[in-house]
């Protein structure tokens, strides 16, 4: 597969930031957008501004695939403050109550419906202890609150609040790969000039897709067809899908190497998948 242009891998892009406490995940998301000439830009996943950390932001059309990308588990690293002196044992059992699906009502300032709604806490793992506070680790399905989890916790115990919160990965995304800020303007500064070499490092191209999604691929002399909206019908196949898709799962569909977009597999009779975006 040929390399990407530096347009091409900007036209369908994400960046992963390493978003600093103070702005709003908007703001950084309106900063990229700006800073590139873009006509849109959109983040996976809302970090409060006071909390730091992975903020993966998808450029231009590469927004189509925000719904593929976003709704994956996150993984926080972060402090919790007690009220009353504890061990690291009691509190860890404490939290250990927590693990699994649990009912959560969003804070009064968030974004969403304040409705109660199921979240599953993958993993809550106390790490140290200085007097009270305790450093902590936690995976969990995405939508959930840790401030609220650190509050819930709390209750147990005469009172607890959330110190501090950095997220360390968003899905497939981590801060082992994220950059800061500074380290963004820097690549736009030499870009400016000329030198795409920064940039182009930091710039993940749209198919990262098909590392979350099944593959199925199509012939050639039906791309076209396809590219202007057709659905993927068992005549089209290069081969046979993988058994494990199943009815309703979402899939990349390739032409060889050529990405064409993100289809909800239906497997009903002729008909395979219907688009849902087309990269065209």
Known sequence: MKEKTIKELIEFGIINIDKPTGPTSFQVSQYIKQSLGLSKT???????????????????????????????????????????????????????????????????????????????????????????????????????????????????IEGAHMLELRRTQAGIFNELTAITLYQFDKAIEEYKKGNETLLRKVLVYGEIISTILPIIKIRKDVVKKVLTGSPIFKSFLEEKPDKKIKQGDKVAVYSDSRFIGCYNYVNSKDLIAKPEFVFN
């Not at 996943?45 to 231009?60: C, E, F, K, S, Y």
């Open 42 to 156: 959109s983040h996976l996943g809302t970090l409060d501004p006071q909390v730091t950390g992975v903020l993966p932001i998808a450029l231009n059309r590469a927004c189509r695939l925000n719904e593929y990308l976003m709704n994956k588990d996150k993984t926080y690293v972060g402090i919790i403050r007690v009220h009353k002196e504890i061990s690291k044992e009691e509190l860890q059992n404490i939290a250990n109550e927590f693990i699994g699906k649990i009912i959560q009502l969003p804070p009064v300032r968030s974004s969403v419906k304040r409705a109660e709604r199921v979240r599953e806490i993958k993993t809550f793992k106390i790490l140290e202890k200085k007097g009270k506070d305790f450093l902590f680790t936690s995976e969990v399905q995405a939508g959930t609150y840790i401030r609220k989890l650190c509050s819930d916790i709390g209750k147990k």
